[in-house]
């Protein structure tokens, strides 16, 4: 099956179109750009979908992400001949995007939702340990159709670790890392290092080394990696294409993530508002956002300020006034959730629309909630690293606040692993003030203290 495919700018009044063989970031106008498809996509490629769980030794349909490469086929191939498709889609050898909805029952009751109605997908299964792999997979796939040699991204430390590690895995390709000093978790420092990037460490956090990323990429024409890349975006619809197929199409009340640079939130928008085009769906899942307390600008805009997609038609005037107070003040982004600790989410704008579109909300929480989150996840013998746990805070405060209903169905995103940051975990325990810390016990090498201990 063949698709025709181009880069539209998201604002409809503008609505320019750019070949998908052009490499930018941005519209001429300088608004975001789109991925647009034209083709046929009947209801029964669902059932493709489904058979190529039983890959075999096929990697592009054991690949959470290219199983479903008739949906993001933005490079044009023929979907069925392996010989053409291969030569063409990036993988991780088919690793990336091997994840599904699970059930937690410890969870469900602690956010207060029937277990059967819950479900929580651990993207952190990816094989750099977030679910950026699910978009570095695209994003590289248009990197090699454009005859890009050298990626460049900024990061909290995800980002850079699945860009160091898909261009550690391809031939003749390099990435460059900007990430803000001090502000990465080891873990994912680690990675970067280990698959060979060359890292920039800025003084500043992620807000200065994206703008740093965004000079760059005029300058030079470096390949950009970060989400305001429309093709990474299109790899991580797949999330939402694997909760949908494991949940047989059925669409759940509500999917809940965490919001830092707000890619997922519009990837996923833009995955629901095309499955429903093609007719695939009947209703769409609202989306909620959740934000860090210390990281609050989509909670602050589209809540207290009322920032509205407004279809396209967006009062940019508010956007500016809260970006020079947050300058003026001086003020920084401040939360143990490092991966969301964003002050200026590079895709604001589509994250609006997706709002608008899902019916959605926003909701913010203190660290203090997502930590206990964060340990209350790992009681049901699964983990997460503390921005992903946020999603679970979330979702307990709109149940509280009767948002969302104690007999909706939810999905929640649980976005990067638990050894990312696992001095976050190992802080949390050892500190018995915690509500739910498993502090450790030291004893003397005393066989009846020893004993006295463990029958308490
Ligand atoms: C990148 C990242 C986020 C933020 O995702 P956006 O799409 O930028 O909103 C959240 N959690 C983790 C673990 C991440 O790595
Ligand atoms: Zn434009």
């Keep these: 099956m063949k698709t025709e495919s181009w880069q539209q700018c998201i604002i409809p009044s503008c609505g320019k179109k750019y070949s998908v063989k052009e490499r930018r970031t941005a519209c001429d106008c300088g608004e975001l750009l789109d991925v647009k498809y034209r083709g046929d996509y009947p209801k029964s490629l669902q059932e493709t979908f489904s058979e190529r769980r039983n890959h075999g030794p096929n990697i592009f349909d054991e690949s959470g992400v290219w199983r479903y490469r008739e949906l993001i086929n933005f490079v044009g191939v023929e979907t069925e001949n392996y010989d053409f498709y291969s030569k063409k889609l990036v993988s991780l050898d088919g690793a990336e995007g091997r994840t599904k909805p699970v059930h937690l029952t410890r969870v469900a009751e602690y956010v207060g939702i029937k277990t059967g109605n819950f479900w929580l997908q651990f993207e952190g299964d990816n094989p750099t340990g977030s679910f950026k792999d699910n978009g570095m997979a695209t994003a590289f796939t248009h990197a090699k159709m454009v005859g890009a040699k050298k990626v460049v991204c900024a990061s909290t430390g995800n980002t850079s670790s699945s860009a160091a590690a898909f261009a550690a895995n391809e ?84 999917i809940v993530l965490p919001g830092g640079n707000l890619g997922n939130t519009s990837a996923f928008g833009k995955a629901f508002m095309e499955l429903y085009d093609y007719g695939w769906i009947k209703k769409k899942p609202r989306i909620a956002v959740v934000v860090a307390e210390g990281a609050p600008t989509l909670y602050d805009l589209y809540n207290e300020r009322n920032l509205r997609w407004n279809n396209g038609d967006i009062d940019n005037e508010i956007i500016e006034e809260y970006y020079s107070e947050i300058d003026r003040k001086g003020v920084k982004a401040s939360t143990k959730a490092t991966a969301i600790e964003i002050l200026k989410p590079v895709n604001l704008k589509k994250a609006l629309r997706t709002l608008e579109y899902t019916g959605g909300a926003v909701t913010k929480v203190p660290d203090e ?70 502090t450790p016990l030291t004893v003397e090498p005393d066989i009846n203290e020893v004993l006295d201990l463990i029958e308490k």
């Design 369 to 438: 909630d997502i930590l206990d989150a964060m340990a209350m996840v790992s009681s049901n013998g699964f983990g997460c690293e503390p921005a992903s746990a946020a999603t679970v805070a979330g979702i307990k405060k709109l149940v509280e606040q009767g948002e969302i209903g104690t007999d909706e169905v939810v999905v929640g995103i649980l976005t990067g692993h638990m050894l990312k940051d696992f001095k976050a975990i190992v802080d949390y325990h050892f500190n018995p003030k915690n509500r739910f810390a498993n």
């Design 171 to 254: 031939l003749d390709m390099e990435a460059v890392i900007f990430v803000g000093a001090g502000k990465i978790a080891k873990g994912k420092l680690a990675q970067t290092l280990a698959y060979g990037a060359k890292v920039l460490q800025v003084k500043g956090d992620f807000d200065v080394a994206m703008a740093m990323v965004k000079a760059l990429s005029e300058k030079s024409g470096i390949y950009v990696v970060n989400s305001l890349n429309p093709f990474r975006l299109e790899g991580q619809k797949s999330m939402m294409y694997r909760v949908l197929d494991y949940l047989s199409w059925e669409v759940p009340d509500w």
